[in-house]
């Protein structure tokens, strides 16, 4: 498993050279001038340029960018172009609070998703079914930020429930101000998962094992989650991974919508002010995520289905 | 002895009167972090000499004294209504070129800094008017020759040309003239921006970026320590977010939306929100590229003022929206009002006038011009109201979409013929005038040049001689009138179009207790007395 695991990192690190690469381009081809955007645009041309020089931007394109590697390769960003904070501080104060958030809402999703869709697969074609359907349908429409919206208005504003802004201090209270953003994000996951859940279950449920199970006597508990259930789990694993980093990515929206500290609210502003560094350093933060989040997929593949770690597969 | 006794009955009924009234303030009161939430999304910088934004400048208000002030709530530069802060006193030689500050004795600067002395002030102001410290704002201190620091409490300032209103224009509280404690200067350096120095009543307490300010009661405040021990300033850009917090009572004062429907619609949900709408707020003016075609034609460019109905701004805006006679908002020195606008200056709506200009120009099937606009919401309603407007005498606008950074930094390569342009007001309409229309201020392609994006005085004769020989008059009287000619001039011009003047929005809840009417300007909000019921 050991080998297996490390054969993955070695394949993802192309995975994040391509991406800083793409980050570094991107926003150097990207219009607007960080100077201006810092400095105003009534700031005089000396002052734009001894920024420009401070922070290195009047370096060639190559130095720059073998500087961000090497700033990157060290795990050190360099320094906040707006307000000379150390971009690892900046990180170590944001991160707990989206890892918090997706964690929380993956939570959510999968202890509401999974057993709609498998109740929903069992039930087919029942009432159960076209709740869950319904369930399903309305995650796919309902834009997340816009849930957070409603949900803001009614259990913050209207019941006076839940806190509706920051991300709060203390554990009880951080806890408090991450129900509705979790909930947000993990509903709109759930519903995605339930479909997905029900359908692999659905394709499962067909086989002759099943069939076979059942006519042994077994308990439909047993027959569902020994059977059936584990059989489904590669592509609701699959699509567990997928909606983590969906989830990573719908935690940026939700982090402005409730003014919530995180990487998402601190990348949107950087991207405002054309800070380079932080845009460089969250979305690097984002591009390992997707990586870890894709070895723990392999590793969930390789744990249900022993023949993936020997290649059998 | 009646008269006695009535006067003793009298002081006690006044005395039992007051007692109640100071027991019920006192026990009115409630001693909590006082939440203002910004619609920014970060601090730029609170060091006076790089103060980036506005809301910059409100907490800046909070750390540092400025020599003298607008009476509070106002920007108002009527010298009889000038007050003393640092300074206890002031004058100026006949000619209005040399000022002598003379300071209060014994206001202590933060955290041990020391004494704030004529020293202090000096250093401040040559910081500010610095090239090489770093400053954003020495071009407009660039009219200072030398400052003298007479002996620890009297400073002196001479100009290079007379200003009759210099404490407006050079002193009241606002980016530059917030005095620094040079001590803290030379120790912090760079840090000195996120951990400033000043005499205020409010000292810096923490700085976390992207969330908060938070500042605590100076307990050493000449004036008395402020009445709430805590202020934090919240950054929340999300327009919607920051509005529900409010409505749930989690913000005691926020900044509003600049956008159309958004008062209406809070005070309907909320009717017990106090909505303070703050003019001038921002000029906001159309600039015109007049050297380039088909705006480089004065019939092309009164075409277009005529064709533009600018009411609707104000069914737009609404209450947000205020008058703009000339390129200065009006009140300011040098600003026109209404009466000081000719009515054929006033450009009335008349768009068979301007159909006609434009046929005369050589376009009488109208002309089609490509702009750029800020998806910024104040910027880009102004120009879809300008193009939907303009349409109808035959004046098409196609526009496309940049974020604000990009509309900025593209603006200052000169690449847009039409600039739509939001600045805040100023004490003197001169300053605008040489910002934005004078020659030597000229947008070149290089992104080296000034705001002058009409090139208005450099293909055509402009405003130079007439604005230089305003800024030299020593009268006070006698130079408003020349800026306000200034003015007229360019109304006649026109290398760019008055649109409306932008008010500032801030909502308060009803329990927040100001001691004085926010007005005008949204920088001089000292929160020393402000107190909350709630």
Redesign the interface.
Known sequence: MGRYILQRLIDAVPTVLLSLTLVFAALRILPGDPAVAMLGDRAPIEQIEAFRHKVGLDQSLPMQYVNFLAEVATGNFGRSLANDTPITQLLADNLPYTLELTGFATLISLLIGIPIGIISAVAHGRLPDHVARLFGLAGYCIPDFFLGALFMLYFGLHLDLLPVMGGGTGFPDRMLHLVMPAATIGLVMAAFLSRLTRSAMLEVLRFDYIRTARAKGLSTWLVITKHALRNAMIPIVTGIGIYILSALSGSIAIELVFSRPGLGQLMIGAVEARDFPIVQATITMFALFVVVVNLMVDVAYAVINPRVRTGEA | MLQSILTRRAFAGAALVTGSTLARQASAAVQRPFKFAFAN????SADPI?I??GNDDVICRQVFMSLVSPPYGTADNDPAKCQSELAERWDASPDNKVWTFFLRKGIEFHRGYGEVTADDVKFTFDRVRS?TS???Y??GYGDIEKIEALDRTTVRFHLTQSNPIFFATHLFPREGAFIVSRKAVEEMG??F??NPVGSGAYEFAA?????QVTLKANPKFHRGPAKLNELQF?????T???T??F??G??DFIDGARAPGWAPDLRRVMPSAKIVVLFPGSTQLMHLDTSRKPFNDLRVRQAMAYGLDRSVFKEAYGELSGPLWGMNAPGTYGALGEADTPAELRYAFNPARAKALLAEAGYPEGLSVNVYISKREDYLTNMLLVQDQLKKVGITINVSL?????Y?????KDKNPIIVQS?PNTETAARWDA?YFAAGSNTTPD???G?NFSHYGVGIPGIDAELGAARLESDGTKQAAMLRDVERHLLRDLPALPLQCLGWVWVQQPYVKIPFALRSGMLNFPMENVELEK
């Open positions: 999304s970060d601090l730029g790089n980036r934004a090239n770093g400053s954003l020495a071009e760079a840090a921006q996120r700085y976390q970026p992207g969330r919240l950054y929340m850009p999300e919607a977010a920051r529900i917090a409505r749930k989690d913000l940049v974020d604000h950074a990009t900025h930094s593209d603006n200052r600045g910002t992104g080296r040049g705001s």
